[in-house]
């Protein structure tokens, strides 16, 4: 009743409005909006009862959701949320149709005179002096720098304390003189200076760093130059890219390009090892002329060192040795947001800095101080195109178990959590499940890697294999470097024929750990985020001799509620990447056992009624696994080489693309508009649709059947029909007979060469 029963006079807040503004001439005679003390009015003042409190309630109208809705949309799209506006929802608007050709939310402009220009100086951070800085200007100017936090909502959701959780998250600083904005704003600050019409004077103070005289040692794969190029023509940005797509070399091309003092940032000593290694390799340079700050040894040379970020930080102080770099490249830089890390990364005063990652968006949604501390997003390598371009197929078979959990599921599921993963650790026969995969995979010739998330579920599984394979090497966290080396040491002298089986923590092989032959990861333990998804699955990306495919094993844990739903995360994680879900025929009575199916939703949704025919009807191996090869579809949003049905589409279409004639041009597994075979649309192989030229690439089947023979006929007759020039080759000479492949697609694009306008 205090809130709507009382009332303040507006005669005495004007009152007090003109002491404080003309009687001081500034905020501090205001006092508490409290009257001068000189006389009383006649008047009540302060907060004043309603005459009539019921009356007054009865007078209030309640207002309707909708426009409850309208009001909170409208502050939100405009940023008047606590001030700081929501990171942007690409697929969230009502009205996608009202937004700018930019994208850009539109700002409401800042009333009254604005300063024509505004001073910038860039250091460490972008400072701009508080002298002539109007406070509207000035807050709009912070506001880019903050960002409502994800964890104060999520436990405010959840019921929990948000205390020591703050609403929203500020990486500006406050100066006597000057505020600072991390580096990474540098774009928001330059678009909203012109929006509002002011010129920045920018004074640039950053170091340009010493003349560094190494060269690249190396070459640089199409795929790795385009992103190297697009890293080279910005002094800061980050670099996402997938596991075992380069960046390291990346990162030793830009250093000889930059030619300046250049200085690495791991967060781990395991890290700083294999940085070390690399660039010695990559630059032509011995490994102990680069410098070393961390893992037991400070002594770093001011050209090229490498540093353990922790090791520059002690007690809230930052190494002044920080700031002595021209050039600065923080590796695995999604663990930036961390409190200690951005000190670090906020001290930098190079002119370049570079950030590499695989795994930006984190957990607790803390990702844009990545971005702020980093620079932007400069260069994306698409996860699943990466797929479709190695040489190997990517698959996950799901192994569901039969695990209940022994204890009732706890309200709170945190805790609930933390009961399940001990009574998984505890349950041995889905360990024994486990291991006797583990064997079979040996057995068969794969070199598998085992990750737990659990020290004692580690050594369960070596008590477990240790009998039955004859190599089995451990890797836990917190491993002495000696002891890491001897382990390198030893797996480097197993010999390729002997089986062996690497164990280890997920903590410990998530980052930085490197083994070309690994092909088979059995996640033993339930997780969920995406990021530590791309980060397991990496490990088995580096391109070896012989590998043909990579295999993940998830045991899912299906009769649990909570871990059900992790799987279901798991595999919308294994697709971002590429992988295809295979479920184990069991999931199926009737279905051949070694013909696994997909899991694929649309696949399921086009393809179950077949599956249900053909089990009723009697299906052998063979049959099923035609029936796969046939039910193969391309989904709608994939592009590029992820279009391609057969490793001979993927293979052709590559090499289309890396020629200049041809480049972008093709596209795989089109759908044209033409009737054929009593189905509205006619599919071909590779289309050209700029001089319509048609590739279709037929197996042996092509030959050997005449249904197939007279179908490819009415197939190519109706392209003909309606203008297209159809080339049809056997898919073996996409290898036999390259050139004459090549040389017809290249004769038939010329001679259908586009009319162009003059």
């Not at 170091?207 to 040692?217: A, D, K």
């Not at 989904?635 to 020629?659: H, I, N, Q, V």
């Not at 795989?668 to 649309?681: E, K, M, T």
């Amino acid at each position: 009743m205090f809130e709507v029963g009382c009332r303040v006079s507006l005669r005495t807040m004007a009152c007090a409005f003109e002491h404080a503004f003309v009687g001081s001439g500034s905020l501090d005679g205001i006092q508490r909006m409290q009257p001068p003390k000189t006389h009383v009015p006649a008047e009540p003042y302060g907060l004043v009862p309603w005459a009539d409190q019921w009356a007054f309630l009865a007078s209030v109208r309640r207002i309707g959701r909708d426009q409850i809705e309208g009001v909170v949309q409208e502050a939100e799209r405009r940023g008047r949320v606590l001030g700081v506006r929501l990171p942007p929802q690409d697929d969230g608007e009502e009205e996608p149709w009202t937004a700018p050709p930019s994208r850009r939310r539109r700002e409401a402009p800042i009333a009254g005179e604005l300063p024509r220009t505004l001073r910038l100086v860039l250091g460490n951070q972008i400072y701009i002096a508080k002298e002539g800085l109007y406070p509207a200007l000035r807050n709009r100017l912070l506001r880019l720098a903050a960002f409502q936090n994800p964890e104060f909502y999520k436990a405010q959701a959840m019921r929990l304390p948000t205390y020591g959780k703050r609403r929203v998250i500020a990486c500006a600083e406050d100066h006597p003189h000057h505020i600072g904005l991390p580096r990474g704003c540098f774009d928001d600050v330059h678009d909203t200076l012109a929006d509002l019409r002011i010129q920045p004077a920018i004074r640039d103070e950053r170091y340009g760093g010493q003349p560094l005289q190494v060269s690249f040692q190396g070459e640089l794969r199409p795929e790795q130059r385009t992103a190297a190029d697009a890293m080279l023509a910005h002094d800061t940005g980050v670099l996402a890219a997938t596991t075992a797509f380069g960046k390291t070399v990346i990162a030793a091309w830009l250093i000889a390009e930059r030619a300046v003092n250049s200085l690495v940032l791991v967060h781990r000593r395991q890290l700083l090892d294999q940085w070390i290694e690399r660039l010695a390799a990559f630059l032509g340079v011995p490994a102990q002329a680069i410098g070393q700050i961390g893992g037991g040894r400070s002594r770093p040379n001011g050209q090229l060192d490498v540093a353990v970020i922790q090791s520059l930080v002690r007690k809230g102080v930052v190494d002044d040795r920080v700031g002595e770099y021209g050039h600065v490249i923080v590796d695995e830089c999604h663990h930036v947001s961390a409190p200690g890390f951005e000190q670090v990364a906020r001290q930098v005063k190079a002119r370049f800095v570079l950030g590499l990652s695989a795994t930006l968006a984190r957990k607790d949604g803390h990702h844009p101080i990545i971005f702020m501390q980093c620079g932007p997003v400069r260069h994306r390598v698409n996860a699943r195109v990466q797929a479709a371009i190695r040489p190997f197929e990517h698959i996950v078979i799901v192994q569901p178990t039969n695990f209940q959990p022994i204890k009732e599921a706890d309200p709170d599921k945190r805790v609930e959590f933390l009961t399940l993963y001990q009574d998984l650790v505890g349950d041995e026969p889905r360990t024994r499940r486990i291991c006797e995969d583990v064997v079979e995979s040996v057995r068969s010739g794969r070199s598998p890697l085992v990750l737990t998330e659990r020290n004692d579920h580690l050594d369960r599984l070596e008590r477990g294999l240790a009998t039955s394979v004859p190599h089995v090497v451990v890797l836990r966290a917190g491993m002495g470097k000696k002891q890491r080396q001897a382990m390198a040491a030893r797996l480097a002298t197993i010999p390729r024929e002997e089986a062996r089986v690497i164990l280890a923590t997920g903590k410990h092989v998530g980052e930085g750990f490197d083994d070309p032959r690994l092909d088979t990861l059995f996640l033993t333990l339930p997780v969920s985020w995406r990021g530590t998804i791309a980060q397991y699955a990496g490990r088995l990306h580096r391109l070896y001799e012989g590998k043909r495919d990579v295999r993940i094993y998830d045991y899912a844990d299906l009769n649990v509620p909570m871990l059900a739903r992790m799987f279901d995360r798991r595999c919308r994680g294994y697709e971002g990447i590429g992988y295809r879900i295979l479920l184990p025929a069991s999931a199926i009575p009737g279905w051949p056992a070694d013909v696994p199916l997909p899991t694929d939703p649309l696949w399921k949704r086009d393809y179950s009624g077949s599956v249900r025919r053909l089990v009723r009807d009697g299906v052998d191996t063979s049959l099923a696994s035609l029936f796969l090869h046939a039910a193969q579809t391309v989904l709608p949003d994939s592009d590029g080489a992820a279009r391609a049905r057969s490793a001979s589409e993927a293979f052709l279409y590559r090499r289309l693309e890396t020629l200049s004639e041809t480049k972008g041009r093709f596209r795989l597994n089109v759908s044209l508009p033409i009737a054929f075979d009593a189905v509205g649309r006619l599919e071909v192989d590779l289309l050209c649709a700029d001089s319509r030229v048609a590739v279709e690439l037929d197996g042996a089947q092509h030959l050997g059947d005449p249904v197939v023979y007279r179908r490819d006929r009415r197939k190519d007759q109706l392209l003909q029909q309606n203008g297209y020039l159809v080339l049809r080759f056997l898919a073996e000479d996409v290898g036999k007979e390259l050139d004459l492949v090549l040389d017809g697609i290249l004769r038939s694009l010329k001679h259908n060469a586009p009319a162009r306008l003059t």
